[in-house]
């Protein structure tokens, strides 16, 4: 019998998970362009992408009509970075932040967020930008909406999960996010790619207020045509789409760096009467970094500038009989990458490996893993496969840095249902150290805030600490950190110690130490409490998979997903 090409039960059953993906809009599946239905399809679970992922999964259907216009709310020194007078749909989260100083020492504070309301417009239109931006030039007390970012091209579209960076010359910060096919992309016979973007803002005073303009999509990377999965049933070699990017930037030797997940799309099984085996790749999500010089004029920047390196290789199926573990590394899902650049170019990288994998491959623990890429280096200096860095290991678990994950609970009020373990990396310049924060179920299903720095070179690794210093088992979920010009370390995170574990109601606290061992007092930043399940929301998941803080000389900005005016919205304070 000669060899037939199959798809795998795994993809076979991410098309079914795939179909519930919006939780305010159960058809949406069933009415979604033919690309979506056939990327899901060839995507392993579908559960664990991201919130723009999913989003252009399942787009919500119909428009709300716009309010009357209002004022941006605020709440004491909690400040909306949205104005939801102008929204079309309900549900801006999932946030991003960073600060510099501007001309006449104005404090200048970017914020981006997903943006629910671009999937009420045409691509085209800064309505139809999935990804919102706000700017502000009184240190985050009021925002302006600027709506979203520019796209000339009908057949992509501007999809969520933001990054912003500041370029610390007083006027410019860049912006990224996914850049996925539009609803109408593929109907005109020209690609289309589930990639990722950047676009250089250039911040002016008006009388008005400030403002901005944005450059055109810089597309980082090209992952592979997804029109022609229509081509036939051999999916084309290579083909991937790109999620869960993230940025930083390094004034002194203006290096930008973008860390995301490629997920290959050709995941298939050659079957004959004595078995399958697997061809192609696995889909278990590779991590990857791309690199660019910025120019003296930042909007030059272009797609060629960026060089990629693969950080983690994607970890192939484990064979037959062959369980998952940190030493065989294969069969787990490697995902959540995060990037700090160090003075000079060097770059540091953070992601989880064994993300939801954990549930079936025989390894129920998840790894915090990091990595170093030198400047102007093609391979890395430490955290590759040959030499990797488990930041988990000596944590309560197995021995070998795998540690109980997140993802083992369901969150009340949390419309993605189960949490991740994603890493953060900030760069400690005095110290000359990385600092890392993550959480973990290690002490009770509902996390801790956890905190491990190593010296530059990541020959080795400080003491783990604990951040939070609550007593209770309540939530503690998706921390962020930046350090200070003095030192400081700033991290802070979701939180339910108020209420209690049983409780959907939720704030957001931080914690600001001198130094990475030296414990301070947490302090909650939130002037009221959000309760996520009595929240309204055609975004998912309604709180997003990340918050954010920057640090900007001795005064950190803070960000996050807020539901007090019934909805989700980026909601800024600052310390």
Not at 55 to 82: C, I, K
Request: with cysteine.
């Amino acid at each position: 019998m000669p060899r037939t090409a199959v798809r795998s039960l795994a993809v076979l059953a991410a098309a079914s998970s795939a179909c519930c993906l919006a939780i305010a809009s159960p058809r949406a599946a069933a009415s979604s362009p033919p690309l979506r239905g056939l990327v899901a399809q060839h995507l392993q679970d579908a559960s664990h992408y991201s919130s723009g992922l999913r989003a252009w999964l399942n787009p919500p259907e119909g428009a709300t009509e716009q309010a009357a216009r209002a004022s941006t709310p605020r709440f004491g020194s909690n400040v909306d970075a949205n104005d939801p007078a102008r929204d079309t749909l309900g549900g801006q989260s999932e946030t991003a932040i960073a600060a510099q100083v501007g001309p006449g020492g104005r404090h200048l504070v970017m914020a981006a967020w997903n943006d629910a309301s671009g999937f009420a417009s045409k691509a085209t239109t800064r309505e139809g930008s999935g990804t919102g931006v706000g700017i502000s030039e009184d240190g985050g007390r009021t925002f302006t909406d600027l709506t979203g970012l520019p796209n000339q091209n009908a057949d992509e579209q501007w999809s969520g999960d933001p990054a912003v960076v500041a370029l610390h010359d007083g006027r410019h910060f860049v912006v990224a996010s996914l850049y996925f096919p539009s609803a109408t992309a593929c109907t005109d016979k020209k690609p289309a790619y589930a990639t990722v973007a950047v676009s250089v803002a250039t911040v002016t005073h008006t009388r008005n207020g400030p403002a901005a303009t944005f450059t055109p999509p810089i597309v980082v990377t090209n992952p592979g045509n997804v029109c022609t999965l229509f081509t036939g049933w051999r999916i084309p070699k290579n083909l991937a789409i790109l999620d869960k990017d993230w940025m930083s930037y390094d004034p002194k030797s203006r290096t930008l760096a973008m860390s995301y997940t490629r997920y290959y799309l050709d995941v298939e099984f050659d079957c004959t009467p004595q078995g399958c085996v697997p061809v192609g790749h696995s889909g278990n999500g590779q991590i990857e970094l791309a690199r660019a010089h910025v120019p003296i004029s930042p909007a030059a920047l272009d797609s060629s500038s960026f060089k990629r390196t693969v950080v983690w290789p994607e970890e192939p199926f484990c064979p037959d009989g062959t369980s998952s573990s940190e030493a065989k590394r294969c069969g787990a899902e490697n995902s959540g990458a995060y990037v700090a650049v160090a003075a000079g170019g060097d770059s540091y990288v953070a992601w989880e490996r064994n993300l939801d994998t954990n549930f079936a491959d025989g390894d129920p623990y998840i790894y915090e893993h990091a990595a170093l890429l030198r400047k102007g280096a093609t391979t890395l200096s430490r955290g590759g496969p040959g030499s990797p860095v488990v930041l988990t290991t000596g944590r309560t678990g197995n021995g070998h840095g795998g540690v109980k994950s997140m993802d083992n609970t369901l969150l009340a009020g949390y419309s993605r249902g189960t949490g991740n373990d994603f890493p953060r990396v900030a760069i400690d310049s005095r110290a000359k150290r990385a600092v890392f924060v993550w959480n973990d179920a290690s002490l009770h299903p509902l996390g801790n805030i956890w905190m491990r720095s190593a010296p530059f070179g990541l020959g080795t690794l400080g003491r783990l600490q604990r951040v939070d210093d609550g007593a209770d088992y309540a939530l503690r979920f998706l921390p962020a950190v930046s350090v200070r010009t003095d030192g400081v370390i700033c991290t802070s995170w979701y939180d339910r110690r108020r209420f209690g574990a049983t409780s959907t109601k939720t704030d957001y606290f931080a914690e600001c130490r001198p130094s990475a061992n030296v414990n301070r007092t947490d302090v909650r930043i939130t002037t009221g409490a959000t309760d996520w399940a009595g929240t309204s929301s055609v975004i998912n998941p309604n709180f997003g998979d990340y918050t954010d803080n920057a640090s900007d000389g001795k005064t950190t900005y803070f960000t996050w997903s807020d539901g007090r005016v019934g909805v989700p919205q980026p909601f800024v304070d600052s310390r």
